[in-house]
């Protein structure tokens, strides 16, 4: 299935983590913002994000990369202004599954998508552990979200039953 990518109007309803603009040593040989640097942003909106639906409050948690899907839309480049657009999509006891949207605010489209999969996991055990209370009613709300503003058929990854994606 290929990566669905949504009108900008939609994905600009999603609060944005973090608007930046591209320095010079994010470009890269071909004159445009290194791959590098998608993901690294990406990655810095989720973490974001989810710190702020109180993940990580205790010091118990960590999240653990599962799964990644990224696709590059448009190209982006130094000077130009983004934002990144964070949307948790789903969730089971263990795994959320979400999706982020770098937009390109200087040229007016979405540039790029970050689907990810992730694992909590207790930092003493090393093991997948069932999200705390306060960060699954926080999840689910946000989940709610984004199903609200239309975001729940984008993406191409899958929550799975725990049995064939986590081993306890």
């Known amino acids: 299935m290929a990566a669905v ?8 309803a999603v609060p944005a ?12 040989s071909n004159g445009h913002m290194n791959v590098a640097h998608y993901f690294r942003l990406h990655g810095e909106a989720m973490w974001q994000q989810h710190r ?4 990580g409050e205790s010091g118990r948690f960590g999240m653990f990369a599962m799964e990644q899907h990224v696709a590059y839309y ?5 000077g130009h202004e983004v934002s990144v657009h964070v949307c948790d999509l789903g969730r089971t006891d263990k ?8 937009v390109n605010r200087t ?10 999969l992730t694992m909590n996991v207790d930092r003493v055990s090393r093991r997948p552990a069932e999200f705390e ?3 699954a009613a926080a999840l689910d709300e946000s989940i709610a979200r984004a199903r ?15 049995t064939s994606r986590v081993r306890n």
């Open 5 to 12: 990518r949504p009108e900008i109007a939609q994905v600009l």
């Open 17 to 28: 983590a973090f608007t930046k603009q591209i320095p010079p040593d994010f470009e890269d």
């Open 52 to 55: 702020a639906l109180g993940y």
């Open 74 to 78: 448009r190209e982006v480049l130094v």
């Open 95 to 102: 795994v959320m599954r979400g999706i982020s949207y770098l």
């Open 107 to 116: 040229l007016g489209e979405v540039a790029s998508s970050f689907e990810f």
């Open 133 to 135: 209370a306060v960060v």
């Open 148 to 162: 609200s503003l239309g975001f729940a058929e984008y993406g191409v990854l899958e929550l799975r039953p725990r």
